[in-house]
């Protein structure tokens, strides 16, 4: 038999949609045949399990684990970095039955998947409140800055989803009279550790605008025009502490 | 030539600390490069600070070799930055496969050993071998079920694929032992057959019985100690091969880090041949 054949039965099996086959069929008659479909599908549900923790403690370990089976056969990893594992579970929970009556899943799942893509980016400096004292009177309009490749924002408009995310990513108890409004959520990585904050409709607007490379006039005016009336200058200071933005151009940069 | 490795211990994020700290004369670190293929961030920084005081190995367990396909060149390009960065003691995969046809399938899985599989097998490490500028090291791997088909003998294939390649082994004793239940034969006939020239590293780890199928079914699951019948195995493979590099994997169930401490000093002194010395580090 030629490894391909042999692969692409014996893979087909391990995901329980194997054509018949005289020499599969003896293989999954074989008690170690379940081993390693178990270490398969328990892998996948592993990772997931790791990268969505906020998730699984929202609905609990037997149904997350659930879910994240369902997930797994429809949308298997494509390499081996399991720890990079899941991205689009987010809108596989948005379409997923069980979870209608938490719609509030997906959104959280995305600040999840923040976290994640946060942790893993790459690095570079970021530049902070005194490179905006140092820039020349009149330069900074037209300058531009552009979202630190580790800077992860999401708004979402229906729930308070981020609200719910740090709560229970940092263990602390939900407000009784929890405000059931849109929320957004701003995660940097200024140092080694994904650090976390909320972050207004004008923060999200400004950061969107950074990301496709306009000057700091436009995302200025940008954030004034989704929400009036933002105090632009602690929005500024807030984003620069986060650690949110790096210079555009390196070699116009104080990088100190 | 002496290997400045002794014994070494799988690296566990929950153990970073103690693991960055201890000084164990001949200690070293192995990790799964798929766990530090990230573009940046925090996880390459505790990879690099713990090898800037120990030796790290890198053992890959997704390159997928026995598949009927070159390794994927985006992924060898990777490994072959986290090399270049870490420089790693040593550097390892499985002879298995886990990725097909664009999915990844996580697990270590068997293969008819035909003489068709073993050229392609042979040409997937020499592209390794080519990009990572370096031999690298193949596993055995842990059987579980009955395979028709095969032209070669494991014990033979892996000679082969050192004589084609210039690979070295990497010789799992918990590995041997487990398909040696598992499949009815000999551990220690595998092990008289076996390529001892070739063994770059030794692996040992904990098993346990399945929980349907009890002891016909061993499952290689790196939650326990390693069995008194493995630690026998070792030592006789140790009185042929000399010291070798050995490290024990410990995935599932962590202990204290002293614990795997005491149980990585047993490794080490049949190693070195030295008494009992007090193991906590702290």
């Not at chain 2, 490069?33 to 920084?45: F, H, S, V």
């Not at chain 2, 398909?179 to 692996?203: C, D, K, M, R, T």
């Not at chain 2, 399945?210 to 493979?237: C, F, K, R, T």
């Not at chain 2, 410990?250 to 990585?264: G, I």
Request: glycine fraction near 6%; aromatic fraction near 8%; charge should be negative.
């Amino acid at each position: 038999m030629q490894l391909s054949t042999f692969q692409d039965g014996f893979s087909a099996a391990l995901l329980g949609h194997a054509a018949d086959a005289p020499w599969l069929s003896a293989l999954e008659a074989q008690p170690g045949f379940a081993v390693y479909r178990n270490t398969v599908l328990k892998g996948c549900i592993d990772a997931l399990q790791a990268n969505y923790p906020t998730v699984c403690q929202l609905v609990g370990e037997d149904w997350f684990r659930a879910a994240a089976a369902a997930f797994a056969r429809a949308q298997p990893p494509r390499d081996g970095l399991l720890v990079d594992y899941g991205a689009g579970f987010d809108n596989f929970l948005a379409g997923f039955a069980p979870a209608a009556e938490l719609p509030y899943l997906s959104a959280v799942a995305s600040l999840d998947r923040c976290w994640t893509a946060c942790h893993l980016a790459a690095d570079a400096t970021a530049v902070d409140r005194h490179w905006l004292a140092q820039q020349a009177p009149g330069t900074v309009p037209h300058a531009s800055l552009q979202p630190h490749p580790a800077a992860r924002w999401a708004w979402c408009e229906d729930f308070p989803a981020y609200a719910l995310w740090h709560h229970h990513r940092e263990g602390l108890a939900l407000p009784e009279a929890l405000d059931w409004h849109g929320d957004g959520a701003l995660l940097t990585r200024p140092h080694a550790d994904v650090i976390w904050r909320p972050l207004s409709r004008a923060g999200v607007a400004f950061l969107d605008a950074c990301a496709q490379g306009l000057p700091l006039e436009t995302a200025a005016t940008r954030a004034l025009v989704a929400e009036p009336a933002t105090d632009f200058a602690t929005l500024m200071t807030s984003l620069l502490d986060a650690g949110a933005l790096t210079i555009t151009n390196p070699h116009t940069t104080h990088t100190g | 030539m002496a290997s400045p490795l002794t014994a070494g211990l799988g690296l566990k994020p929950q153990h970073y600390d103690e693991a960055l700290r201890c000084t164990a004369p001949g200690l070293w670190w192995e990790v799964h490069p798929e766990n530090y293929l990230a573009d940046g961030g925090p996880r390459l920084a505790w990879l690099e600070a713990i090898r800037s005081r120990h030796p790290v190995a890198l053992h890959g367990v997704s390159l997928s070799l026995a598949a009927d396909a070159p390794p994927d060149e985006a992924h060898l390009a990777r490994l072959a930055a986290l090399a270049r960065r870490i420089e790693p003691a040593i550097i390892s995969e499985h002879l298995a496969w886990s990725t097909w046809r664009g999915q990844y399938l996580p697990d270590l899985l068997p293969f008819p050993r035909t003489h068709a599989a073993l050229h392609r097998i042979a040409g997937n490490i020499d592209r390794t071998q080519d990009v990572l500028q370096r031999p690298i090291a193949i596993e055995n791997p842990t059987h579980y079920l009955h395979i028709d088909g095969h032209d070669w003998a494991e014990t033979d294939f892996l000679a082969e694929l050192v004589r084609r390649t210039g690979c070295t082994l990497l010789l799992d004793v918990n590995n041997v032992y487990i398909s040696a239940n598992n499949l009815g034969f000999s551990a220690q006939a595998y092990l008289e057959a076996f390529p001892l020239h070739a063994v770059a590293e030794i692996h040992l780890a904990g098993h346990h019985a399945d929980p349907v199928h009890g002891n016909a079914l061993l499952i290689d699951s790196h939650d326990a100690p390693i069995a008194p019948a493995v630690w026998a195995l070792y030592e006789q493979v140790m009185a042929r091969t000399g010291p070798a590099p050995t490290l024990i994997e410990r995935d599932d169930q962590l202990p204290t880090f002293n614990e795997l401490l005491a149980e990585r000093e047993r490794a080490h002194r049949a190693l070195t041949h030295t008494q009992p010395r007090e193991v906590a580090c702290s």
